[in-house]
T-cell receptor, first 113, second 106 residues
Framework: NAGVTQTPKFRILKIGQSMTLQCAQD?????MYWYRQDPGMGLKLIYY???????DKGEVPNGYNVSRSTTEDFPLRLELAAPSQTSVYFCASSKQGESYEQYFGPGTRLTVT | KNEVEQSPQNLTAQEGEFITINCSYSVGISALHWLQQHPGGGIVSLFM???GKKKHGRLIATINIQEKHSSLHITASHPRDSAVYIC????????FGAGTRLTVKP
């Protein structure tokens, strides 16, 4: 199993550009999560999904959108990139819910200039 | 104020020392998650616990739900234990501590 994969690994965006961060898992996990980690700060939950077709906001959803059309994929969309979105983005998945350990992807380092 | 507080922020130890990292949370939770973030950035899950104690190799995690406090202990620390250790309260909108950066010197 590849586990949780994320693409791209690095990306530089100009202010106002849009992009989609890809996340996929091959463990048949129902729950998937998107986090951001700013330098010296803790991880913050952006969005999560409890299954295909179901998504919900986390602590910091503004400026992002998600969709979950399949169990495997959970892309994160930035519509109008802003410097405040410069961060490292992690995708994670878990088998069931919050009482199950999460498996993390390798992260995407995004810089918005 | 972060709902999940970790201490210390930074910790330097000599190889072989016993390490303790603390985590306190303000909201009642059902379980707590300990994570390890490697210097390269990768994150792995260490423990998920809702009561008592769990042990995996040289790592021990304890939790006291009534006192809203958890500790992560590392026995016989080794330079390869150098990493950032993160605790998180387990609920739908998970809240994370800022992490404890551990450096173990040979």
């Amino acid at each position: 199993n590849a586990g949780v994969t994320q693409t791209p690994k690095f990306r530089i965006l100009k202010i106002g550009q849009s992009m989609t961060l890809q996340c996929a898992q091959d463990m048949n996990h129902n729950y998937m999560y998107w986090y951001r980690q700013d330098p010296g700060m803790g991880l913050k939950l952006i969005y999560y999904s409890v299954g295909a077709g179901i998504t919900d906001k986390g602590e910091v959803p503004n400026g992002y959108n998600v969709s979950r059309s399949t169990t495997e994929d959970f892309p994160l969309r930035l519509e109008l990139a802003a410097p405040s979105q410069t961060s490292v983005y992690f995708c994670a998945s878990s088998k069931q819910g919050e009482s199950y350990e999460q498996y993390f992807g390798p992260g995407t380092r995004l810089t918005v200039t | 104020k972060n709902e999940v507080e970790q201490s210390p922020q930074n910790l330097t130890a000599q190889e072989g020392e016993f390490i303790t990292i603390n985590c306190s949370y303000s909201v009642g939770i059902s379980a707590l998650h300990w994570l390890q973030q490697h210097p390269g950035g990768g994150i792995v899950s260490l423990f998920m616990l809702s009561s008592g104690k769990k042990k995996h190799g040289r790592l021990i995690a304890t939790i006291n739900i009534q006192e809203k406090h958890s500790s992560l202990h590392i026995t016989a620390s080794h330079p390869r234990d150098s990493a950032v250790y993160i605790c998180a309260d387990v609920r739908r909108d998970m809240r994370f501590g800022a992490g404890t950066r551990l450096t173990v010197k040979p």
